[in-house]
């Protein structure tokens, strides 16, 4: 069976960059609204409280793996994106979903990637 080609198939290096703006500048998730939806989910995973009552403890004081951090982010933001566009976008449901699902097209879903940084 073959493979579908990918935009970047057949094309000199050179040319990468310019598919790679053509790809963004079609893409439906635009720059500000990621940065916009990261934010806001961003602050809401950091106000999370893990329990109840007294013994409640903030997310932000708890020594939480990063791959735990990045599930709960990921989560929230799918969920903040999905709130802002209803039917437009969810996050995955099913084993073979990407991390944000694009209903309309599901060629436009992607994955959320984070990285571990040194402090």
């Known amino acids: 069976m073959n493979e579908p080609k990918g935009p970047y198939h057949g094309k000199p290096e050179a040319q990468w960059a310019k598919v790679t703006r053509r790809l963004l500048a079609r893409h439906p ?3 500000e609204t990621i940065l916009d ?3 806001v989910a ?8 893990v329990g109840a009552g007294r013994a409640k403890v903030r997310l932000a004081e708890l020594a939480v793996p990063a791959t735990v951090v990045g599930y709960f982010f990921e989560i929230l933001f799918a969920k903040e994106l999905e709130a ?3 039917g437009q976008w969810r996050g995955h449901l099913a084993k073979d979903d990407k991390d944000l699902v694009y209903v309309p097209d599901a060629a436009m879903s992607v994955e959320i990637k984070g990285e571990v940084l040194p402090i």
């Open 29 to 31: 998730l635009k720059p």
């Open 37 to 39: 939806v990261a934010t």
């Open 42 to 49: 961003w602050n809401d995973l950091w106000a999370t409280t």
């Open 84 to 86: 802002r566009y209803p």
